[in-house]
Antibody
Framework: QVQLQESGPGLVKPSQTLSLTCTVS??????????WSWIRQHPGKGLEWIGY???????YYNPSLKSRVTISVDTSKNQFSLKLSSVTAADTAVYYC????????????????WGQGTLVTVSS | SYELTQPPSVSVSPGQTARITCSGD??????AYWYQQKSGQAPVLVIY???KRPSGIPERFSGSSSGTMATLTISGAQVEDEADYYC??????????FGTGTKVTVL
Protein backbone atom coordinates (compact mmCIF):
# COMPACT_ATOMS: atom_id res chain seq x y z
CA GLN A 1 0.00 0.00 0.00
CA VAL A 2 1.52 3.31 -1.09
CA GLN A 3 1.56 6.02 1.55
CA LEU A 4 2.53 9.67 1.26
CA GLN A 5 3.38 12.01 4.10
CA GLU A 6 3.88 15.76 3.90
CA SER A 7 6.29 17.52 6.24
CA GLY A 8 7.51 21.06 6.73
CA PRO A 9 6.90 24.28 8.66
CA GLY A 10 3.31 25.10 9.47
CA LEU A 11 4.00 28.82 9.63
CA VAL A 12 5.81 30.92 7.05
CA LYS A 13 6.35 34.67 7.05
CA PRO A 14 5.17 36.83 4.16
CA SER A 15 7.69 37.23 1.32
CA GLN A 16 9.57 34.10 2.41
CA THR A 17 9.72 30.71 0.69
CA LEU A 18 7.36 27.90 1.64
CA SER A 19 9.15 24.52 1.64
CA LEU A 20 7.46 21.15 1.97
CA THR A 21 8.63 17.58 1.49
CA CYS A 22 6.59 14.50 0.64
CA THR A 23 7.96 11.13 1.73
CA VAL A 24 6.69 8.13 -0.20
CA SER A 25 6.55 4.65 1.34
CA UNK A 26 5.27 1.33 0.06
CA UNK A 27 6.49 2.02 -3.45
CA UNK A 28 9.40 3.51 -5.34
CA UNK A 29 9.18 7.04 -6.62
CA UNK A 30 11.39 5.86 -9.50
CA UNK A 31 8.91 3.33 -10.81
CA UNK A 32 7.55 4.29 -14.19
CA UNK A 33 3.97 5.24 -14.90
CA UNK A 34 3.58 7.68 -12.06
CA UNK A 35 4.05 11.37 -11.67
CA TRP A 36 4.18 13.07 -8.29
CA SER A 37 2.04 16.12 -7.69
CA TRP A 38 1.37 18.89 -5.21
CA ILE A 39 -2.17 20.15 -4.71
CA ARG A 40 -3.46 22.80 -2.33
CA GLN A 41 -6.78 23.78 -0.83
CA HIS A 42 -7.45 27.23 0.56
CA PRO A 43 -9.55 27.21 3.76
CA GLY A 44 -13.13 26.37 2.88
CA LYS A 45 -12.36 26.39 -0.85
CA GLY A 46 -11.76 23.97 -3.69
CA LEU A 47 -8.73 22.02 -4.86
CA GLU A 48 -5.94 23.64 -6.89
CA TRP A 49 -3.28 21.61 -8.65
CA ILE A 50 0.18 23.16 -8.26
CA GLY A 51 2.38 20.97 -10.43
CA TYR A 52 4.05 17.60 -10.90
CA UNK A 53 7.45 16.02 -11.21
CA UNK A 54 8.54 12.76 -12.83
CA UNK A 55 11.32 10.71 -11.27
CA UNK A 56 13.59 11.82 -14.10
CA UNK A 57 13.21 15.41 -12.91
CA UNK A 58 10.90 16.70 -15.62
CA UNK A 59 8.25 19.05 -14.27
CA TYR A 60 5.06 20.78 -15.26
CA TYR A 61 3.55 23.62 -13.26
CA ASN A 62 0.16 25.25 -13.15
CA PRO A 63 0.59 28.41 -15.24
CA SER A 64 -1.07 30.45 -12.49
CA LEU A 65 1.78 29.62 -10.07
CA LYS A 66 4.62 28.81 -12.44
CA SER A 67 6.72 31.89 -11.70
CA ARG A 68 6.95 31.03 -7.99
CA VAL A 69 6.99 27.21 -7.92
CA THR A 70 9.83 24.73 -7.92
CA ILE A 71 9.28 21.00 -7.48
CA SER A 72 12.26 18.70 -7.07
CA VAL A 73 12.83 14.99 -6.46
CA ASP A 74 15.31 12.98 -4.41
CA THR A 75 15.00 9.39 -5.56
CA SER A 76 17.60 8.18 -3.03
CA LYS A 77 15.30 9.28 -0.20
CA ASN A 78 12.07 8.47 -2.06
CA GLN A 79 10.96 12.06 -1.57
CA PHE A 80 9.82 14.99 -3.63
CA SER A 81 9.61 18.60 -2.53
CA LEU A 82 7.78 21.84 -3.13
CA LYS A 83 9.13 25.35 -2.90
CA LEU A 84 6.83 28.33 -3.30
CA SER A 85 8.53 31.69 -3.21
CA SER A 86 7.38 35.18 -2.23
CA VAL A 87 4.40 33.90 -0.29
CA THR A 88 1.52 36.06 0.89
CA ALA A 89 -1.53 35.39 3.02
CA ALA A 90 -3.24 34.15 -0.14
CA ASP A 91 -0.93 31.12 -0.05
CA THR A 92 -2.36 29.97 3.29
CA ALA A 93 -3.79 26.55 2.51
CA VAL A 94 -3.69 22.85 3.19
CA TYR A 95 -1.02 21.38 0.93
CA TYR A 96 -1.35 17.80 -0.29
CA CYS A 97 1.09 15.60 -2.12
CA UNK A 98 -0.35 12.88 -4.34
CA UNK A 99 0.63 10.12 -6.71
CA UNK A 100 -0.35 11.02 -10.22
CA UNK A 101 -1.32 7.83 -12.05
CA UNK A 102 -0.71 7.93 -15.80
CA UNK A 103 -2.81 5.97 -18.28
CA UNK A 104 -0.58 6.23 -21.38
CA UNK A 105 -3.06 4.55 -23.72
CA UNK A 106 -5.55 7.28 -22.94
CA UNK A 107 -3.22 10.20 -22.33
CA UNK A 108 -5.01 10.60 -19.01
CA UNK A 109 -3.83 11.14 -15.47
CA UNK A 110 -5.49 10.95 -12.09
CA UNK A 111 -4.51 10.99 -8.43
CA UNK A 112 -4.82 7.60 -6.77
CA UNK A 113 -2.96 8.10 -3.48
CA TRP A 114 -2.88 11.24 -1.37
CA GLY A 115 -1.07 12.38 1.73
CA GLN A 116 -3.14 13.53 4.68
CA GLY A 117 -2.35 17.17 3.95
CA THR A 118 -0.54 19.81 5.96
CA LEU A 119 -1.79 23.28 6.82
CA VAL A 120 0.61 26.08 6.02
CA THR A 121 -0.24 29.50 7.35
CA VAL A 122 1.43 32.62 5.99
CA SER A 123 1.59 35.24 8.70
CA SER A 124 4.09 37.54 10.37
CA SER B 1 -8.09 28.33 -19.29
CA TYR B 2 -10.00 25.09 -18.97
CA GLU B 3 -12.76 25.04 -16.37
CA LEU B 4 -15.03 22.39 -14.91
CA THR B 5 -18.27 23.77 -13.47
CA GLN B 6 -20.34 22.08 -10.77
CA PRO B 7 -23.40 23.17 -8.79
CA PRO B 8 -22.35 24.51 -5.37
CA SER B 9 -24.69 22.25 -3.43
CA VAL B 10 -27.02 19.28 -3.69
CA SER B 11 -29.39 18.09 -0.98
CA VAL B 12 -30.92 14.64 -0.79
CA SER B 13 -32.93 12.63 1.71
CA PRO B 14 -31.45 9.35 2.96
CA GLY B 15 -32.21 6.55 0.54
CA GLN B 16 -32.90 8.89 -2.35
CA THR B 17 -30.76 9.55 -5.42
CA ALA B 18 -28.31 12.42 -5.66
CA ARG B 19 -26.97 13.57 -9.01
CA ILE B 20 -23.99 15.90 -9.33
CA THR B 21 -23.14 17.40 -12.68
CA CYS B 22 -19.83 18.61 -14.08
CA SER B 23 -19.67 20.72 -17.20
CA GLY B 24 -16.55 21.19 -19.30
CA ASP B 25 -15.78 21.86 -22.95
CA UNK B 26 -13.15 19.12 -23.18
CA UNK B 27 -15.26 16.38 -21.63
CA UNK B 28 -16.32 14.98 -25.02
CA UNK B 29 -12.63 14.13 -25.55
CA UNK B 30 -11.44 13.58 -21.98
CA UNK B 31 -12.58 11.25 -19.23
CA ALA B 32 -14.06 12.60 -16.01
CA TYR B 33 -12.95 11.48 -12.59
CA TRP B 34 -14.72 12.09 -9.28
CA TYR B 35 -13.31 12.62 -5.81
CA GLN B 36 -15.12 12.56 -2.48
CA GLN B 37 -13.72 14.71 0.31
CA LYS B 38 -15.11 14.40 3.81
CA SER B 39 -14.48 17.14 6.32
CA GLY B 40 -10.84 17.33 7.40
CA GLN B 41 -9.76 14.47 5.16
CA ALA B 42 -7.88 14.04 1.92
CA PRO B 43 -9.92 13.42 -1.24
CA VAL B 44 -10.72 9.85 -2.24
CA LEU B 45 -11.26 8.67 -5.82
CA VAL B 46 -14.78 7.28 -6.25
CA ILE B 47 -15.11 7.16 -10.06
CA TYR B 48 -12.45 7.03 -12.79
CA UNK B 49 -12.63 7.05 -16.58
CA UNK B 50 -16.22 8.39 -16.49
CA UNK B 51 -17.89 5.33 -14.99
CA LYS B 52 -15.45 2.88 -13.40
CA ARG B 53 -15.48 2.30 -9.67
CA PRO B 54 -12.23 1.69 -7.74
CA SER B 55 -12.00 -1.27 -5.45
CA GLY B 56 -13.76 -0.64 -2.17
CA ILE B 57 -16.14 2.03 -3.44
CA PRO B 58 -19.80 1.11 -2.83
CA GLU B 59 -21.94 0.19 -5.83
CA ARG B 60 -24.30 3.06 -5.09
CA PHE B 61 -21.72 5.36 -6.67
CA SER B 62 -21.90 5.48 -10.45
CA GLY B 63 -20.77 7.82 -13.19
CA SER B 64 -21.73 8.71 -16.73
CA SER B 65 -20.76 11.23 -19.35
CA SER B 66 -22.44 12.66 -22.41
CA GLY B 67 -21.15 15.51 -24.51
CA THR B 68 -19.83 18.32 -22.33
CA MET B 69 -21.40 17.01 -19.11
CA ALA B 70 -20.37 14.29 -16.69
CA THR B 71 -22.61 13.10 -13.89
CA LEU B 72 -21.92 11.39 -10.58
CA THR B 73 -24.93 9.53 -9.21
CA ILE B 74 -25.34 8.32 -5.65
CA SER B 75 -28.21 5.85 -5.63
CA GLY B 76 -29.72 5.36 -2.19
CA ALA B 77 -27.61 8.04 -0.53
CA GLN B 78 -26.43 7.33 2.98
CA VAL B 79 -25.66 9.79 5.76
CA GLU B 80 -21.99 8.84 5.42
CA ASP B 81 -22.02 10.09 1.81
CA GLU B 82 -22.29 13.66 3.04
CA ALA B 83 -19.15 15.30 1.70
CA ASP B 84 -17.73 17.62 -0.94
CA TYR B 85 -17.41 16.10 -4.39
CA TYR B 86 -15.02 17.27 -7.09
CA CYS B 87 -14.89 16.30 -10.71
CA UNK B 88 -11.47 16.26 -12.31
CA UNK B 89 -9.92 16.08 -15.74
CA UNK B 90 -6.85 17.13 -17.67
CA UNK B 91 -6.69 19.68 -20.44
CA UNK B 92 -4.98 19.22 -23.79
CA UNK B 93 -1.65 20.47 -22.43
CA UNK B 94 -1.66 18.05 -19.49
CA UNK B 95 -2.72 20.58 -16.87
CA UNK B 96 -4.71 18.89 -14.10
CA UNK B 97 -8.01 20.63 -13.44
CA PHE B 98 -10.50 20.19 -10.60
CA GLY B 99 -14.13 21.17 -10.76
CA THR B 100 -15.53 23.89 -8.56
CA GLY B 101 -16.87 21.36 -6.08
CA THR B 102 -20.32 20.36 -4.84
CA LYS B 103 -21.35 20.03 -1.23
CA VAL B 104 -23.72 17.10 -0.81
CA THR B 105 -26.00 17.20 2.20
CA VAL B 106 -27.93 14.10 3.21
CA LEU B 107 -30.83 14.89 5.53
Amino acid sequence: QVQLQESGPGLVKPSQTLSLTCTVSGGSISSGGYYWSWIRQHPGKGLEWIGYIYYSGSTYYNPSLKSRVTISVDTSKNQFSLKLSSVTAADTAVYYCARDHAVPSLGEFYFDYWGQGTLVTVSS
Amino acid sequence: SYELTQPPSVSVSPGQTARITCSGDALPKKYAYWYQQKSGQAPVLVIYEDSKRPSGIPERFSGSSSGTMATLTISGAQVEDEADYYCYSTDSSGRRVFGTGTKVTVL
